[in-house]
């Protein structure tokens, strides 16, 4: 139904953060998200006035309610995107610790999204990344590779997508798909 894109390198390299995935970095992905497959972003934004952090909060106590509420935006995305079919591009990830909070057919906690009204989502992780950390993930399929041709890139982007080398495409579709592939 939809390819999503997401480039959490440039959320580093914007925010000038440790290379950990932060609220306001999570949440400006997730409004990205919902721009690409056309769902309004203000419950997220609106989300973060949940988010009281009080000057007397010690560190760990803000770091706890920061990750609290984006256990609770993960949901309400998994809510939002529950019975569609989703290929996520996660770009130039930092941490593979991070593709969790992506993963939306699961909750925080580890339990399954169920939903007896609907079918699941049936979402795709499609992961770049430099690092060179042992990346564990449900469904994982590791390829470590030189650079790609601009063709090689094309042809696998779509093979990985469950779509064949080759798909059958409209010229929109085509020029966000080229576009994907020369970002990542």
């Known amino acids: 139904d939809y390819i999503c894109w997401v480039n959490l390198g440039k959320q580093f390299n914007m925010k000038k953060f440790l290379p950990k995935l932060q609220f306001s970095m999570y949440l400006d992905c997730l409004e990205k998200i919902c721009h690409q497959i056309g769902l309004h972003t203000s419950e997220f934004r609106s989300e973060a006035s949940y988010l009281y952090l009080n000057p007397a909060d010690s560190i760990l106590q803000k770091s706890a309610k920061e990750v609290k509420a984006m256990e609770e935006a993960k949901?309400?995305?998994?809510?939002?995107?529950?019975?569609?079919?989703?290929?996520?591009?996660?770009d130039d990830v930092w941490d593979n610790s991070d593709c969790d909070w992506f993963d939306f057919n699961f909750f925080p906690d580890g339990t399954y999204f169920q939903d007896s009204r609907t079918s699941r989502t049936d979402l795709v992780l499609f992961v770049t990344t430099r690092t060179d950390d042992d990346f564990r993930f449900p469904g994982l399929v590791n390829i470590n590779m030189n650079l790609l041709s601009e063709e090689q890139a094309f042809s696998l982007f779509f093979m990985e997508a469950g779509a064949g080398p080759s798909p059958q495409l409209s010229s929109s579709d085509y020029a966000l798909a080229l576009d994907i592939v020369r970002k990542c």
Do not use: E
């Open 75 to 90: 949901i309400r995305m998994s809510r939002f995107l529950h019975g569609n079919r989703i290929l996520l591009i996660l």
